[in-house]
């Protein structure tokens, strides 16, 4: 399988863990996006990489949230101290890069119960 | 008022209709994406739009820059077409990332 993959698939942690998760691209993409998306709602977007370069992060990431993408290639997210508030499904997306080529293709999303 | 408006949020039709879903968006955009999610949560993109109109087996996506306005069509629908569509945009400005609407929930009865 070539497409988008994270690791795990489901996570159920108590208030106050840490979790990581783990995004595999697709292997030529430079860009890698996470976004969260919570019951109902549509996707929100919390970063993204060009490279290993963290080029934009969202409000919604609070100083818990840390994103990484150390050689450029898979992208780890870590939140720290969870809270209730912190389940959610949480989504990599990769894209090549470049207007006309710029589709995102999206992982299968880990989903995250803080209990 | 969200950036990326749809409508309907909900939709159930009998299969072979006709289905229509719209988007409706406040802001300059680089690109549109119509993308769709079946239960447990995974995404596929079916289109990305800038202009015009794209089709792929039974399925339309048109846009209407100066309107900012695109809708995804359905001919002849089927069960397995019950899904959640989802309207995303990319901003004209430079950024990278996708603001999506909240998404239509389509169901199709045989």
């Known amino acids: 399988d070539t497409g988008v993959s994270q690791d795990p698939r489901h996570k159920i942690t108590k208030r106050g863990q840490n979790v990581t998760f783990r995004c595999d691209p697709i292997s030529e993409h430079n860009r890698l996006y996470w976004y969260r998306q919570t019951l109902g709602q549509g996707p929100e977007f919390l970063t993204y990489f060009q490279n290993e370069a963290q080029l934009e992060k969202s409000r919604l990431l609070s100083d818990r949230f840390s994103a990484e993408r150390p050689k450029g290639s898979f992208s780890t997210l870590e939140i720290q101290r969870t809270e209730q508030g912190d389940s959610a499904m949480y989504l990599c997306?990769?894209?090549?890069?470049?207007?006309?080529?710029?589709?995102?293709?999206f992982g299968p999303g880990t989903r995250l119960t803080v209990l | 008022k969200n950036e990326v408006e749809q409508s309907p949020q909900n939709l159930t039709a009998q299969e072979g209709e006709f289905i229509t879903i719209n988007c409706s968006y406040s802001v300059g955009i680089s690109a549109l994406h119509w993308l769709q999610q079946h239960p447990g949560g995974g995404i596929v993109s079916l289109f990305m739009l800038s202009s015009g109109k794209k089709k792929h087996g039974r399925l339309i996506a048109t846009i209407n820059i100066q309107e900012k306005h695109s809708s995804l069509h359905i001919t002849a629908s089927h069960p397995r077409d019950s899904a959640v569509y989802i309207c995303a945009v990319r901003s004209a400005f430079g950024n990278e990332k996708l603001t999506f609407g909240t998404g239509t929930r389509l169901t199709i009865i045989p």
């Open positions: 997306a990769s894209s090549f890069g470049g207007a006309l080529k710029d589709t995102q293709y």
